[in-house]
């Protein structure tokens, strides 16, 4: 790599937040509402981010209750109070519900209190409730202030020095159920628990031939019913947003035993606490149970899964989110005007977006009203461009269209997986062979990758065939490393014998979000880990922000004998304070020199007397186990979505000799910023490093100096892009949706 290439890359962490200081300026950070796993990662975020631009930042202890009491419930924070939080699930600071709040006299008092400390910058992290109280406060701030003074509690200099109040949300909720963004904090790992429990009934049920009906929480809101029901491939789903349709009842009995006559040993119900029928009555998991009982015989045991959804520790998803989200929300801040109105920090696709929080909450209410009046495709369309996606793969994957209904298209298209095994390449299998199927086409599947392709190892696969797929681990179908040079002919023969039009690969995907490493009860002591990846570091870098690393080695980002002295150094100054930790990643491939073994006894020497090291090479345990339900779905979703694109190509080439002619018949999908995108294999050479087997330029990059940040390194970090204030989308029927 010569010089040029290294100053290029480092360069590209440009458009610094330099200009943005929060000197002088006070944030007060709450939870409020239900709580959710990753809330702590906010906290940390705000704290840490609010105490690198200069600011004081404060703790609000137990929501609003702690706003209107004041006193102890509102202390200064400083860089150690939220160490060793980020994989604690719930809220240290406390979260309540406060009736107080709701009156203007109880939003007084909590102004008073707020004054008094020179707080002018609040960040709410909580649900929509919440998020509305705080929009009340800040409209009616300067009012209550008049009132103060005019009741003589401050003065009038301090009515003018404090004239503005700037509010921010993040929405903490395990329901996912707030427009204007992709994912709440807490609904990954509220997914992980229900998964987790899901792949263990199934075991169960599998040996008894049970049934089970799972009621996940969600009163108003389907997402986590329906997202359970993706991840396992559950034969029925209960959603409020989406009733099902008169006559249900039996509809669902024949899906039931049709399911169990193709061996299927067990069947799995997932019920929303709120699930309604067309009447918006209420259709209760008891129910369920009796009728399944009464008209199948079945043995059906019911599971309410409760506030366990709500425990454990947060995904790395969720720290992630929740980090990124804290970050953002005090650059908001410190960016906000009188004129800017309070702002909700939000996800859309992997890119990080302020939207106004009133339009959210204001759709968000929509949502309910569309359900309140029975409007259920407005609800549906309402809840955002990936609920209805979802909901539709989620259909079309569930329930196989009787075969006179499927369209025939005379194609054979064929799945293979190739290179490494990845956690949800199952999933994708499953979700492109049933999707193939209902679009009329005759699917094979290929063994062991490219080399079983070229020895002819493909068969036939059906509708059946990949049930109960979606939550294993590994390759079913098998994978080899080998590169299809050197049998092109052979695997062409194949191509021609079994008329094969269309070919999906599967494969290449080099990360899995299985990273997970605690580090704490140990004092003085840093542990180094080599994570996988090749020489794309996405690993390493996302595991490092999730696990609050004190440093990350990346091969995108070049470091040198200097980098590894600061960490040194940073390190040793970190044992003398009270977080006496350190955590350092090492992608496998950063550096041909700096290998895990020079790091570890560099560490070992320079910290000798401060602290001692433990080295760990996570190795292949990072491809293995269930795949998290963010792999289920992607790996679904991405699938099903590939294989429509197929079908789009296979119609538009017949006729025209069968042949694929142009460059962008050969594509990569993926998610590029917020969206879907189909990308011609011939523009990807360009942007592609194929020695190191790596996209010239990667999105997560950007992320790389969050992590440095809370970990107190001088580092600049780009805002989101362009730092504006966008608007909901309300999409119309015609657009599609991103994933
Ligand atoms: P969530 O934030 O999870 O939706 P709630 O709706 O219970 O939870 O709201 C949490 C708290 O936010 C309430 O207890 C109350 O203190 C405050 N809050 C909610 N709605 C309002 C409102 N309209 N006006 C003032 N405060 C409110």
Redesign the pocket.
């Known amino acids: 790599m010569d010089d040029d290439d290294v100053s290029a890359r480092k360069g590209s962490f440009r458009k610094f937040l330099e200009h943005l200081s929060g000197a002088g300026k006070a944030i007060g950070v709450l939870t ?3 709580d959710a796993q990753g809330m702590n990662a906010a906290v940390r975020a705000v704290v840490r981010m609010g105490i690198y631009v200069g600011a004081k930042v404060y703790f609000i202890y137990e ?2 209750q702690g706003m209107v009491d004041g006193g102890s419930n509102i202390v200064e924070a400083n860089w150690e109070s939220v160490s060793s939080i980020l994989q604690v699930g719930g809220t240290i600071i406390g979260s309540a ?2 009736k107080a ?2 009156t203007r006299e109880g939003r007084l008092k909590a102004a008073g209190n707020l004054v008094q400390r020179g707080i002018t910058n609040l960040c709410v992290i ?5 998020l ?2 705080a929009n ?1 406060f800040r409209k009616e701030w300067s009012g209550l202030l008049k009132e103060l003074a005019e009741n003589g509690d401050i003065d009038r200099e301090e009515v003018q020095k404090h004239a503005y109040l700037n509010v921010v949300g993040m929405v903490g ?1 395990i329901d996912n159920d707030f427009c204007g963004t992709d994912m709440t904090i807490g609904t990954d790992s509220a997914l992980h628990r229900i998964i987790e429990v899901v792949d263990a009934i199934m075991t169960t049920a599998q040996s008894h031939q049970r049934t089970f009906v799972l009621e996940v929480m969600g009163r108003h809101c389907g997402y986590l019913a329906l997202v359970s029901a993706l991840a396992c491939g559950a034969d029925w789903v209960f959603l409020p947003e989406s009733p099902p349709e008169e006559g249900w009842q039996e509809n669902m009995c024949i899906k039931l035993s049709e399911n169990r006559a193709r061996k299927k040993r067990l069947n799995i119900i997932i019920v929303a606490e709120g699930a309604i029928d067309t009447q918006n009555k209420p259709i209760t998991s008891e129910q369920i149970k009796e009728l399944v009982v009464t008209q199948l015989g079945y043995d059906t045991r019911v599971t309410i899964l409760g506030h366990v959804q709500r425990g454990g520790t947060p995904s790395a998803f969720d720290r992630i989110l929740a980090s990124r989200m804290g970050v953002e929300a005090v650059v908001a801040l410190l960016q906000a005007t009188p004129e800017t109105p309070a702002c909700v920090v939000s996800l859309s696709g992997n890119q990080a977006v302020r939207l106004p929080l009133v339009e959210c909450v204001q759709m968000t209410q929509d949502v309910q009203k569309a359900m309140d009046e029975r409007r259920f495709k407005d609800a549906v369309r309402l809840r955002g461009r990936s609920f209805e996606s979802n909901l539709n793969t989620y259909k079309r994957l569930a329930i196989k269209m009787p075969d006179d209904q499927i369209p025939k298209s005379n194609c054979n298209v064929a799945v293979i997986n190739v290179g490494a095994p990845a956690a949800g390449m199952n999933a994708a299998v499953r979700s492109a062979v049933r999707v193939g199927i209902s679009e009329g086409h005759k699917m094979f599947a290929i063994y062991d990758g490219f080399e079983g392709f070229a020895k002819g190892q493909i068969k036939e696969i059906g509708w059946a065939d990949v049930g109960g797929w979606t939550g294993q681990g590994g390759s079913i179908l098998g994978t080899k490393r080998t590169l299809p040079g050197k049998s092109l002919e052979a695997i062409a023969e194949q191509m021609r014998t079994h008329s094969i039009n269309a070919l999906l690969i599967i494969g290449g995907f080099e990360t899995c979000d299985r990273i997970k490493q605690s580090a704490s009860g140990t004092k003085r002591r840093v542990f180094i880990i080599e994570t996988m990846g090749g020489y794309c570091g996405y690993l390493a870098n996302m595991g490092g922000l999730a696990a609050g690393a004190d440093a990350a080695y990346i091969f995108e980002e070049p470091f040198d004998i200097r980098d590894l002295q600061a960490n040194v150094e940073h390190l040793t100054e970190k044992m003398k304070t009270t977080i006496q930790r350190g955590l350092v990643l090492r992608n496998e491939s950063c550096s041909e020199h700096y290998t895990t073994d020079f790091i570890y006894h560099l560490y070992s020497e320079e910290g000798k007397g401060v602290f001692d090291c433990r080295k760990n090479v996570l190795g292949h345990m990072q491809q293995g186990g269930a795949p998290s339900p963010f792999d289920r779905n992607f790996g679904t979703k991405i699938s099903a979505r590939a294989m429509q694109w197929l079908s789009t190509k296979l119609k538009e080439a017949q006729g025209k000799g069968k042949r694929f002619m142009t460059d962008d018949c050969i594509c990569v999908l993926g998610i590029s910023k917020r969206n879907l995108l189909f990308q011609p294999v011939a523009q990807l050479k360009k942007e592609t490093d194929f020695e190191h087997r790596i996209p010239k330029e990667q999105w997560w990059l950007k992320l790389r100096p969050l992590m440095k940040i809370l970990a107190k390194y001088k580092a600049s970090y780009e805002v989101s892009d362009p730092g504006q204030l966008e608007h909901v989308h309300h999409r119309g029927h015609e657009e599609p949706a991103a994933i």
């Open positions: 409020s509402g239900g929501g609003y519900r406060c709040f709701r909580g649900g929509d409730g919440s509305t109280g009340i909720s």
